[in-house]
C-alpha cells in the first residue's frame, strides 16, 4: 500500500507558475508509473501528466503540452508537477496517482493509489 500527499497548491494570477509535488510513503514508488490528475467542479477528473517509473518516458495532456513538466526524484519517493503558463481554467483539484497502467486508451490507477488532492485556483 502506498500513501500519497500533495502539495504546493494555492492561489496564482494567470500566467504563473506553481510546483506541485506528491510525497509518498508506505513503500517505495520506484517501480510505480506515476502521474497526476486534475478535476474541475461540475468535471470529470481527467489526465494531466504521467512518468514512467525511471523517469525516461513522460506524457501530457495536449492541454498543458509545452508549459507542464512531470519529474520524480526516487530517492526521495516524490513526484513533481512543474506547472507554467496557467490559465483561468485549469483551475482544479489537481490529485497525484500511482501505479499507472494505459489500458484501452485511457490511463487507469487502482482505486487506492489516489491522493487527497492540492487546490490551484488561477485568477483572471
Known amino acids: 500500500q502506498v500513501q500519497l500527499v500533495e502539495s504546493g497548491g494555492g492561489l496564482v494570477q494567470a500566467g504563473g507558475s506553481l510546483r506541485l509535488s506528491c510525497a509518498a510513503s508506505?513503500?517505495?514508488?520506484?517501480?510505480?508509473?506515476m502521474g497526476w490528475f486534475r478535476q474541475a467542479p461540475g468535471k470529470e477528473r481527467e489526465f494531466v501528466s504521467a512518468?514512467?517509473?525511471?523517469?525516461?518516458?513522460?506524457y501530457y495532456a495536449d492541454s498543458v503540452k509545452g508549459r507542464f513538466t512531470i519529474s520524480r526524484d526516487n530517492a526521495k519517493n516524490t513526484v513533481y508537477l512543474q506547472m507554467n503558463s496557467l490559465k483561468p481554467e485549469e483551475t482544479a483539484a489537481y490529485y497525484c496517482?500511482?501505479?499507472?497502467?494505459?489500458?484501452?486508451?485511457?490511463?487507469?490507477?487502482?482505486?487506492?493509489?489516489w491522493g487527497q488532492g492540492t487546490q490551484v485556483t488561477v485568477s483572471s
Open positions: 496517482a500511482a501505479d499507472l497502467r494505459w489500458h484501452t486508451a485511457a490511463w487507469t490507477v487502482p482505486s487506492d493509489y
Open positions: 508506505g513503500r517505495t514508488i520506484n517501480t510505480y508509473d
Open positions: 512518468i514512467t517509473w525511471r523517469g525516461a518516458i513522460t
